[in-house]
C-alpha cells in the first residue's frame, strides 16, 4: 500500500533553514508528481510546491526563491530545503501522492 513518511521538522527562528523529507512507498515513485503543502491553524491547506517525475517544479509565489522542492528518485524520496523561513511559514507540512496523504510534520518558525 502506499506510505509517505515526513520527517524534518522543528523549530527555527526567522531566517533559519530545514530541509523536509518524505520516503515514499508502494507505487511507482519515479513516474509520479509529488508535492508538499501546508496547513496553518484556521487555515485552507494549500500546495507549496510540486516536482514531477523528471524533475520540472513549480511553487507558490510566498516561497519562490527561498523554498527548493527535489527528489531522489534512486531513494523514492522528495525533499523540500526551506531557507529564510519566516513565522508565516508555521505550519503543519505534508507530503502528497495522487490522493494519498503522509501525516505530516510540524514546522514552526519564531521571531
Known amino acids: 500500500q502506499v506510505q509517505l513518511v515526513e520527517s524534518g521538522g522543528g523549530l527555527v527562528q526567522s531566517g533559519g533553514s530545514l530541509r523536509l523529507s518524505c520516503a515514499a512507498s508502494g507505487f511507482a515513485f519515479s513516474r509520479y508528481y509529488m508535492s508538499w503543502h501546508r496547513q496553518a491553524p484556521g487555515k485552507e491547506r494549500e500546495l507549496v510546491a510540486g516536482?514531477?517525475?523528471?524533475?520540472?517544479?513549480n511553487y507558490v509565489d510566498s516561497v519562490k526563491g527561498r523554498f527548493t522542492i527535489s527528489r531522489d528518485n534512486a531513494k523514492n524520496t522528495v525533499y523540500l530545503q526551506m531557507n529564510s523561513l519566516k513565522p508565516e511559514d508555521t505550519a503543519v507540512y505534508l507530503c502528497s501522492y495522487a490522493n494519498f496523504w503522509g501525516q505530516g510534520t510540524q514546522v514552526t518558525v519564531s521571531s
Open positions: 516536482i514531477t517525475g523528471w524533475g520540472s517544479t
